[in-house]
Nanobody, 116 residues
Framework: QVQLVESGGGLVQAGGSLRLSCAAS????????MGWYRQAPGKQRERVAT???????NYADSVKGRFTISRDSAKNTVNLQMNSLKAEDTAVYYC??????????WGQGTQVTVSS
Protein backbone atom coordinates (compact mmCIF):
# COMPACT_ATOMS: atom_id res chain seq x y z
CA GLN A 1 0.00 0.00 0.00
CA VAL A 2 0.98 3.59 -0.60
CA GLN A 3 1.50 5.77 2.46
CA LEU A 4 -0.20 9.13 2.12
CA VAL A 5 0.18 12.14 4.40
CA GLU A 6 -2.05 15.19 4.03
CA SER A 7 -1.24 18.68 5.21
CA GLY A 8 -2.51 22.23 4.82
CA GLY A 9 -5.88 22.09 6.50
CA GLY A 10 -7.06 24.69 8.95
CA LEU A 11 -9.58 27.37 9.78
CA VAL A 12 -10.42 30.01 7.18
CA GLN A 13 -13.16 32.57 6.68
CA ALA A 14 -15.70 32.18 3.94
CA GLY A 15 -14.30 33.50 0.68
CA GLY A 16 -10.77 32.60 1.66
CA SER A 17 -8.32 30.06 0.27
CA LEU A 18 -6.41 27.01 1.43
CA ARG A 19 -3.96 24.69 -0.26
CA LEU A 20 -3.87 21.03 0.70
CA SER A 21 -0.93 18.77 -0.07
CA CYS A 22 -0.68 15.00 -0.15
CA ALA A 23 2.76 13.46 0.10
CA ALA A 24 3.09 9.89 -1.17
CA SER A 25 5.59 7.17 -0.28
CA UNK A 26 5.87 6.14 -3.91
CA UNK A 27 5.91 8.08 -7.14
CA UNK A 28 2.56 9.73 -7.74
CA UNK A 29 3.17 9.21 -11.46
CA UNK A 30 3.12 5.44 -10.96
CA UNK A 31 -0.48 5.61 -9.73
CA UNK A 32 -3.52 4.98 -11.89
CA UNK A 33 -5.32 7.89 -10.32
CA MET A 34 -5.05 10.12 -7.28
CA GLY A 35 -7.64 12.31 -5.72
CA TRP A 36 -9.15 14.23 -2.88
CA TYR A 37 -12.29 13.24 -1.05
CA ARG A 38 -14.07 14.83 1.88
CA GLN A 39 -16.41 13.83 4.63
CA ALA A 40 -18.55 16.26 6.58
CA PRO A 41 -20.12 15.34 9.94
CA GLY A 42 -23.09 13.04 9.44
CA LYS A 43 -22.49 12.70 5.71
CA GLN A 44 -20.92 10.13 3.45
CA ARG A 45 -17.45 10.57 2.07
CA GLU A 46 -17.63 12.21 -1.36
CA ARG A 47 -15.26 12.71 -4.24
CA VAL A 48 -13.92 16.25 -4.61
CA ALA A 49 -11.37 16.02 -7.41
CA THR A 50 -9.24 13.40 -9.13
CA UNK A 51 -6.24 13.44 -11.43
CA UNK A 52 -5.46 10.50 -13.66
CA UNK A 53 -2.07 9.22 -14.78
CA UNK A 54 -2.40 11.13 -18.05
CA UNK A 55 -3.04 14.35 -16.12
CA UNK A 56 -6.72 14.58 -16.88
CA UNK A 57 -8.79 15.98 -14.04
CA ASN A 58 -12.33 15.59 -12.80
CA TYR A 59 -14.22 17.69 -10.27
CA ALA A 60 -17.40 17.45 -8.28
CA ASP A 61 -19.96 19.95 -9.54
CA SER A 62 -19.95 21.68 -6.17
CA VAL A 63 -16.28 22.69 -6.47
CA LYS A 64 -15.89 23.32 -10.20
CA GLY A 65 -14.34 26.69 -10.87
CA ARG A 66 -13.18 27.06 -7.25
CA PHE A 67 -10.85 24.10 -6.63
CA THR A 68 -7.86 22.95 -8.67
CA ILE A 69 -6.06 19.64 -8.33
CA SER A 70 -2.45 19.38 -9.50
CA ARG A 71 0.72 17.34 -9.21
CA ASP A 72 4.12 18.58 -8.09
CA SER A 73 6.81 16.33 -9.52
CA ALA A 74 9.63 17.90 -7.52
CA LYS A 75 7.91 17.30 -4.20
CA ASN A 76 6.01 14.17 -5.26
CA THR A 77 2.77 15.65 -3.96
CA VAL A 78 -0.78 16.01 -5.16
CA ASN A 79 -2.21 19.38 -4.24
CA LEU A 80 -5.67 20.84 -3.94
CA GLN A 81 -5.95 24.59 -4.27
CA MET A 82 -9.23 25.71 -2.76
CA ASN A 83 -10.49 29.22 -3.46
CA SER A 84 -13.72 31.03 -2.64
CA LEU A 85 -14.33 28.65 0.22
CA LYS A 86 -17.82 28.26 1.58
CA ALA A 87 -19.13 27.02 4.90
CA GLU A 88 -20.38 23.90 3.16
CA ASP A 89 -16.79 23.01 2.23
CA THR A 90 -16.14 22.28 5.91
CA ALA A 91 -15.08 18.64 6.19
CA VAL A 92 -12.20 16.28 6.76
CA TYR A 93 -10.32 16.04 3.48
CA TYR A 94 -8.69 12.75 2.53
CA CYS A 95 -6.12 11.96 -0.10
CA UNK A 96 -6.61 8.74 -2.08
CA UNK A 97 -4.35 6.78 -4.39
CA UNK A 98 -5.49 4.05 -6.78
CA UNK A 99 -2.90 1.73 -8.27
CA UNK A 100 -3.09 -0.25 -11.51
CA UNK A 101 -4.41 -3.32 -9.67
CA UNK A 102 -7.26 -1.05 -8.46
CA UNK A 103 -6.10 -1.21 -4.87
CA UNK A 104 -6.72 2.01 -3.02
CA UNK A 105 -4.93 3.75 -0.17
CA TRP A 106 -6.14 6.55 2.07
CA GLY A 107 -4.39 9.20 4.06
CA GLN A 108 -5.33 10.04 7.64
CA GLY A 109 -7.22 13.19 6.65
CA THR A 110 -6.89 16.88 7.36
CA GLN A 111 -9.60 19.11 8.79
CA VAL A 112 -10.83 22.10 6.83
CA THR A 113 -13.17 24.46 8.64
CA VAL A 114 -14.74 27.44 6.88
CA SER A 115 -16.38 30.01 9.11
CA SER A 116 -19.27 32.02 7.74
Amino acid sequence: QVQLVESGGGLVQAGGSLRLSCAASTSIYSMNRMGWYRQAPGKQRERVATIASDGSTNYADSVKGRFTISRDSAKNTVNLQMNSLKAEDTAVYYCHALDWQYAGSWGQGTQVTVSS
